[in-house]
């Protein structure tokens, strides 16, 4: 079926560190993965994506991984700052009956301290 | 080049009346999806639209339909509105069919049934 979850619901964290955001996804022919950001009163963002033929892909400041083998993803801001506090989610892509799925997890909220 | 351009942001309806809702994308993608977002059950697929025609569709009843338009402009319609449709409604474009190379979203637009 369509599951595509988190496994904390909320992430709290001091500014500067590291967060780690995770993910695990249902559907093992799924081919492409990507990350939003939706902070308060706007709609979700674009942070990251990567492909099934990868594992690892950073950009600026965020890493995604990808674990195939037990169908987990993550997502790690460095150095985390107080704009980094939104709601993230993570979404799986594959082809179902001939159309393609894009299939969004519930969010993780993460709050950024100070 | 302009983002995703949804409006109205906010709207205040009574039940049983009917609802339309606006979505621009953005220049040259010819995908639309609108999506319901609440905070019991994140964001739910509601329908795709791709050079007019709806090619995906979610599990949500008939009272909810769309359209989309030579421009790609798209609207979405609920009729009959019931207090649990209150919901913000997010339209998110892509050049190719359901966002398999990731969403641009609108900021949404907030519906409120009393």
């Known amino acids: 079926g369509e599951s595509v979850g988190l496994h904390l619901p909320t992430l709290s964290v001091q500014e500067g560190d590291n967060s780690i955001i995770n993910c695990a996804y249902s559907n093992s022919a799924s081919d492409y993965f990507i990350w939003y950001k939706q902070e308060s009163g706007k709609g979700p963002q674009f942070i990251i994506d990567?492909?099934?033929?990868?594992d690892k892909r950073q950009g600026q400041r965020v890493t995604v991984l990808l674990n195939k083998t037990v169908k987990h993803l993550s997502l790690q801001i460095a150095a985390t700052q107080p704009g980094d506090s939104a709601v993230y989610f993570c979404?799986?892509?594959?082809?179902?009956?001939?159309?393609?799925?894009?299939?969004f997890g519930k969010g993780t909220k993460l709050t950024v301290n100070p | 080049k302009a983002g995703v351009t949804q409006t109205p942001r906010y709207l205040i309806k009574t039940r049983g009346q009917q609802v339309t809702l606006s979505c621009s994308p953005i220049s040259g993608h010819r995908s639309v999806s609108w999506y319901q977002q609440t905070p019991g059950q994140g964001l739910q697929f509601l329908f795709e639209y791709f050079s007019e025609t709806q090619r995906n569709k979610g599990n949500f009843p008939g009272r909810f339909s769309g359209r989309q338009f030579s421009n790609s402009r798209s609207e979405m319609n609920v009729s009959t509105l019931e207090l649990g449709d209150s919901a913000l409604y997010l339209c998110?474009?892509?050049?190719?069919?359901?966002?398999?190379?990731?969403?641009?979203f609108g900021s949404g637009t907030r519906l409120t049934v009393v």
């Open positions: 990567i492909r099934s033929n990868m």
């Open positions: 979404a799986e892509s594959y082809t179902q009956g001939g159309s393609e799925k894009l299939v």
């Open positions: 998110a474009s892509s050049s190719h069919p359901q966002g398999v190379y990731g969403y641009t």
